[in-house]
């Protein structure tokens, strides 16, 4: 597989789509004290695929969901679109999320008694609009899932159900994407198809794409990697290549919890 986009990354320019200030995160669990997020700082612009990269347990999942309004930083700042979300109510959050934000989910989420087709539908559902069968079939055609149009997530591959999970976010037609792990299942061609999907929504639709991932083809795909250690971004790149990623990410890992 190779590290390659169809279109060509374009330079962003204008205001942040996402920005994090100094962010930090505890979790409690059983009177134990997790700090997992030590003040993290970032930037991503429309038009741009930014990746986040580090060791298990560095943070970066944590991460994203404070960026999408899924976890509330115990400090520090979230902006997305312009909107502070420490200002936002849970019903402004979930609201966002059913529109002009997308997040691709590691477990997929998705409803396990609606077939693919509802499951696509569901965030027009939420919104108690009339998802458009024409766009609907037309994702669902679009990740190699026509076929499985009327199959229940029960009934499909981990792989089938990533791609169910995308589709659901394409259809959205969002301006700003999350996504955790999002080829985690896949093989390497339907891996392909999702990163190109991401990378024609930023690129193409000047979307902004933040994607957590271990992989370092999939990094190497994006326009910018942020490398997380301890709950820290300790380092950036511009890709040129997946060995490139590789040496990088092997570098961070190896010197993990000098800081
Ligand atoms: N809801 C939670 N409650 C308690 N601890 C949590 C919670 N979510 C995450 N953690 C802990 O926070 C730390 C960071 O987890 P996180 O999932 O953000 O890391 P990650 O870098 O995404 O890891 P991985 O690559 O394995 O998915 C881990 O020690 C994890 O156990």
Same mark, same amino acid.
């Given at each position: ?133 024409? =766009?609907? @079939?037309?994702?669902?055609? &679009?990740?190699?899932?026509?076929? $499985?149009?009327? %199959?229940?997530?029960? #009934?499909?591959? /981990? ?74 971004? =300790?380092? @950036?790149?511009?890709?040129? &290549?997946?060995?490139?990623?590789? $040496?990088?990410? %092997?570098?961070?890992? #190896?010197?993990? /919890?000098?800081?």
């Amino acid at each position: 597989m190779t590290a390659t986009l169809e279109q060509p990354a374009p330079t962003p320019t204008g205001q942040p789509a996402v920005a994090a200030r100094d962010i930090t995160k505890t979790f409690t669990t059983g009177g134990t004290q997790v700090p997992v997020l030590h003040g993290v700082s970032l930037e991503a612009r429309p038009g741009e695929m930014v990746a986040v990269m580090g060791a298990s347990g560095s943070g970066k999942s944590t991460l994203l969901y404070c960026l999408a309004g899924l976890e509330r930083p115990d400090a520090g700042e979230v902006v997305v679109n312009g909107r502070n979300l420490a200002e936002c109510s849970r019903a402004d959050l979930a609201r966002m999320r059913r529109g002009e934000v997308g997040f691709v989910f590691q477990a997929y989420n998705l409803v396990p008694t609606l077939t693919a087709f509802e499951n696509v539908c569901l965030p027009h559902l939420l919104r108690h609009e009339k998802a458009d069968v024409a =766009v609907v @079939e037309g994702v669902l055609e &679009s990740v190699g899932l026509a076929h $499985r149009r009327d %199959a229940r997530p029960p #009934s499909m591959s /981990g792989g089938e159900q990533q791609r169910v999970a995308l589709a659901r976010v394409l259809a959205q037609q969002p301006s700003t994407i999350f996504a955790d792990e999002p080829t985690g299942a896949l093989d390497s061609r339907s891996s392909e198809l999702v990163l190109g999907h991401l990378g024609r929504l930023a690129h193409r639709d000047d979307a902004c794409v933040v994607v957590v991932t271990h992989d370092p083809t999939v990094a190497a795909s994006c326009d910018r990697i942020l490398f997380m250690r301890d709950g820290l971004l =300790v380092d @950036e790149l511009r890709p040129t &290549s997946t060995e490139q990623v590789a $040496r990088a990410l %092997a570098g961070i890992t #190896s010197r993990r /919890g000098e800081c």
